[in-house]
């Protein structure tokens, strides 16, 4: 597609429950990054991916937080248990290299209650 | 350790000019980006900078010190439409991820 697609693009979860989030990226970007985004701050750094390896995992705020890109196109963010801290605009980035950017999806916009 | 400054928010007058201030402290350095950000939707890349100087692309410039660990966004001829966030984010050495500032919301007024 011409953008960086993420499904759902809200989610309302029980604490407790798990969820899963997806993103598409544009074809042919080899990174993918996972940002978490919180009211009025910047985003902060989950994981990123290059191609189907996962270079670098080290802002996963706990181990109920796993992600996966098996085929090195789509991407899904997995939340377990989830707690109100949860609480966030999930965004996925996709790039082919830095000097052409990077191009973020809309978000999750995920509540837990 | 990673830390990058830019003021909470700023405010400025349609058809003005505003200049949002942006330091860095990061383990290495390969590159520093401005992106957009309007309310409740995707960050929209607006420059990216890795050599020093000014780059100017419309109404929008962006400015990098390396030696400083300092850039600037300058917006000139303000328009409503500009009121957003504007986030600074470095790439550190030896990664491709992006570290984000915490943002500076503007607000444009008549």
């Known amino acids: 597609g011409a953008g960086v697609s993420q499904s759902p693009r809200y989610k309302v979860a029980k604490r407790g429950q798990d969820v899963a989030l997806r993103c598409d990226p544009i074809s042919g970007h080899v990174s993918l990054f996972w940002y978490q985004q919180a009211l009025g701050q910047g985003p902060e750094f989950l994981t990123y991916f290059q191609n189907e390896a996962q270079l670098d995992k080290s802002g996963l705020p706990s181990d109920r937080f796993f992600a996966e890109r098996p085929e090195g196109s789509v991407s899904t963010l997995k939340i377990q248990r989830t707690q109100q801290e949860d609480s966030a605009v999930y965004l996925c980035a996709s790039s082919f290299d830095r000097e052409r950017g990077y191009t973020f999806g809309s978000g999750t916009r995920l509540t837990v209650v | 350790g990673q830390n990058i400054d830019q003021p909470t928010e700023m405010t400025a007058t349609e058809g003005a000019i505003v200049q949002i201030n942006c330091t860095y402290q990061t383990s290495g350095f390969n590159g520093l980006f401005w992106y957009q950000q309007h309310a409740g939707e995707a960050p929209t890349f607006l420059s990216y900078?890795?050599?020093?100087g000014l780059e100017e692309k419309g109404r929008f410039s962006s400015f990098l010190s390396r030696s400083k660990g300092y850039s600037y966004l300058l917006l000139k001829e303000l328009q409503m439409k500009d009121s957003a966030s504007y986030l600074c984010a470095v790439i550190a050495y030896n990664t491709d991820k992006l570290i984000f500032g915490t943002g500076t919301r503007l607000q444009v007024f008549p």
């Open positions: 900078n890795v050599l020093d």
